[in-house]
T-cell receptor, first 113, second 112 residues
């Protein structure tokens, strides 16, 4: 059974600081996603990582994937208040599953001035 | 940019009643999904739908639940005999391939 663990679950940061959110998963997978969710809102796709060593960057966020370690990271550079949200990683089951994703519990990020 | 549309945005129902949650996926997408998120918790997969049939379902998706694509555009989730623990945000998603998903804005279901 595929399990996805994120840590930390809560993260309080000061503006301008850097931090990393970690996502570990238990079995092999061919795709990993990062989503952002604002309170009461839907899931906004941030990154899709499909291969070992994949690195993607958008603004102050950078995501990477190590399939051998079954680990993805979401790195936040010079945080700003607008990044406050809950961030989820989600992993797709490998090998023919029709697309269902297993989500981590989410990391609630709060960026303070 | 194309969107997945869900209606209603909020539904309040009495315990034991049936509800139908509606979704209009992106028109050229082939795969359709329902997920739910109990308040403050993680997002959980319910069911995936492809080629007019269920392709995968989770343990949560028992006989109380059913899905339908009645007219080629709508995708519905029916919950029979609702229970208090069915209260959650229900998200519909669609994708063209297995690698890119668009989620709808969700329906908040409150069972009282």
């Amino acid at each position: 059974e595929l399990k996805v663990e994120q840590n930390p679950l809560f993260l309080s940061m000061q503006e301008g600081k850097n931090y990393t959110i970690y996502c570990n998963y238990s079995t092999t997978s061919d795709r990993l996603y990062w989503y952002r969710q604002d309170p009461g809102k839907s899931l906004e796709s941030l990154f899709v990582l499909l291969s070992n060593g994949a690195v993607k960057q958008e603004g102050r966020l950078m995501a990477s994937l190590d399939t051998k370690a079954r680990l993805s990271t979401l790195h936040i550079t010079a945080a700003v208040h607008d990044l406050s949200a809950t961030y989820f990683c989600a992993v797709g089951s490998e090998g023919g599953s029709q697309g269902n994703l297993i989500f981590g519990k989410g990391t609630k990020l709060s960026v303070k001035p | 940019e194309p969107e997945v549309t869900q209606t209603p945005s909020h539904q309040v129902t009495q315990m034991g009643q049936e509800v139908i949650l509606r979704c209009v996926p992106i028109s050229n997408h082939l795969y359709f999904y329902w997920y739910r998120q109990i308040l403050g918790q993680k997002v959980e997969f319910l069911v995936s739908f492809y080629n007019n049939e269920i392709s995968e379902k989770s343990e949560i998706f028992d006989d109380q639940f059913s899905v339908e694509r009645p007219d080629g555009s709508n995708f519905t989730l029916k919950i029979r005999s609702t229970k208090l623990e069915d209260s959650a945000m229900y998200f519909c998603a669609s994708s063209m391939t297995l690698y890119g998903y668009t989620f709808g804005s969700g329906t908040r279901l409150t069972v009282v």
